[in-house]
């Protein structure tokens, strides 16, 4: 099962380059001192260098060996904004309105990791979730045959055996009312993700309704999503649609849905929107002391993940490792 260090001797194996765009805020700073001092990920430090040096000497943080780029000044810009006009021509953006883009930090790291500089990107402390994801779906896009971003929480409490416990929950954070194939791709992407934490996934759509026992339209799009995805991945264990109870209670689905290989047992739970997984994976979190790392974004071509801007330099710490071990 899950433990960060199996993520670290990933990354100990294969180092990893990841960009923090908000280079000055002291827990970035605080995160990137520990990531130093473990020497398994080099981070790069968004930012005026005067006053990233001068954030971490009254912070008392050691970020020596740390790359600094502060894009007014970064050797390769010129090159950054060819590049830019051209991913954006259907825009018609011009040179001198690209730089004036590239001399955000969003922006400038997030092509940092399109020109190769870096692996992965963690934003957000600052920055809004739009202004993280906005970026990277323009410049990093989707990986072919995905239509869409979406994002996972990774789960993880202590259990009774001493091993810990991990469950994924999608989509959390991105896609409001998501459609049926659009769950379709949140499912197996979140399945992916929920491998890279040692989760053998089993899969659950879940709903207000146990295989049929409700009706209405929602009911039917978990279904129809359930029964799409097992064409898509007939390798994965899917069941759909389930209500919680069913979906995580061996009891319970032992008399709602006896044949169910996945009910009782499910680790991989998909939502039927944004409102229903963001409060859900907040009562496991609150009520059921799990803690809990995302949003982990899926579906992009390389590593960008969001900070919440209420997180503290631990959460930067663990949101680092995990998104350059995904890279």
């Known amino acids: 099962m899950f433990g960060f260090g199996q993520l670290i001797d990933i990354l100990k194996k294969s180092p990893k380059k990841i960009v923090f765009t908000e280079g000055n805020d002291p827990r970035i700073l605080e995160a990137a001192s520990r990531l130093l001092a473990s020497n398994f990920l080099s981070p790069i430090l968004v930012g005026n260098e005067a006053e990233i040096q001068k954030a971490a000497e009254e912070s008392g943080f050691n970020i020596r060996g740390a790359k600094i780029i502060d894009p007014l000044h970064f050797e390769k810009f010129d090159e950054m904004v060819t590049m830019f006009c ?17 001399s955000q930090a969003n922006y400038f790291g997030t092509m940092l990791v399109k020109m190769g500089y870096a692996d992965a990107l963690l934003g957000g402390a600052t920055y809004s979730t739009a202004d993280t994801v906005r970026p990277a779906l323009q410049l990093i896009k989707t990986k072919p045959g995905n239509s869409i971003v979406s994002s996972c929480f990774i789960l993880v409490r202590p259990s009774a055996t001493g091993e810990n416990e991990v469950l994924a929950m999608a989509d959390c954070a991105i896609n409001i009312h998501p459609t049926e194939d659009e769950l379709v791709e949140i499912a197996g992407e979140a399945a992916e993700c929920a491998k890279i934490f040692g989760v053998d996934p089993r899969v659950a759509f879940l709903s207000y309704s146990t295989l049929g026992s409700g009706k209405g339209e929602d009911v039917d799009k978990m279904r129809n999503a359930a029964n799409k995805t097992r064409e898509k991945y007939p390798e994965l264990p899917i069941e759909g649609e389930l209500q919680f109870d069913a979906a995580v209670s061996p009891r319970v ?3 709602k849905c006896p044949e169910s290989k996945v009910a009782g047992h499910a680790n991989t739970f998909i939502f039927p929107d944004i409102n229903a997984g963001n409060i859900g994976y907040k009562i496991a979190q609150r ?3 799990f803690d809990a790392y995302g949003p982990i974004l899926l579906g992009l071509n390389a590593p960008i993940n969001d900070l919440s801007r209420g997180c503290n330099a631990s959460e930067v710490y663990s949101m680092a490792i995990i998104t350059a071990a995904l890279a």
């Not at 021509?89 to 004036?100: D, F, L």
Request: proline share 4%.
């Open 86 to 102: 051209e991913l954006r021509k259907s825009k018609g953006v011009t040179p001198e309105q690209a730089k004036g883009v590239l």
């Open 253 to 255: 689905a032992r008399t």
């Open 287 to 289: 009520l059921g002391n």
